[in-house]
Structure formats: structure tokens, C-alpha cells
């Protein structure tokens, strides 16, 4: 999933290409997420107003790529660990 926030709003794109592949992503992983579950997820923050301290873009994008849960690590168990 693509998201980005600006003075347009908010906007976000599914797609299984990378999104920015020489790109400054800070943090990824790999995710199943509907578009609903995005919106609930929103709307439970909707109600914080910006704060360059406390609730800015950062703690935004943070927050929300925290509530989604990682389904591949990229590490396959050690048979016999």
C-alpha cells in the first residue's frame, strides 16, 4: 500500500509494484489491508488536529503503520531450532 498526506488530503493505492523503488520509504512490510479497514482506521483518529509537537505528519504515518498487522517477515523458521 502507497499512502501519502498532503495539502490535497489523503490518498492511498494498492498494488503489489514498489512504490518508490529508489525512494526514501523509512519503514515497510507486508501487509493485507481493505480500503474500510484504512477508513475505520482513520476515522479513529480523525478527531486529533495537528500539532508539531505532539500529532504532526510523522506520528500520523507512524500511528497508522502500526495498527496494520505485518503478515510475511521475509524470515522462514530454522527447521530443528
Known sequence: ??????KDGFFFAD??????????VLS????RVTGMEVC???????????DLMKWNCQQFCRHMFEQVPEVYTGS????GA
Open 40 to 50: 475505520q482506521q482513520l476515522e479513529r483518529v480523525s478527531w486529533k488536529k495537528y
Open 15 to 24: 498494488g503489489s509494484e514498489d512504490p518508490c523503488p529508489a525512494g526514501d
Open 76 to 79: 522462514a523458521a530454522t527447521p
Open 28 to 31: 515497510r512490510k507486508m501487509c
Open 1 to 6: 500500500m502507497f499512502m501519502k498526506v498532503g
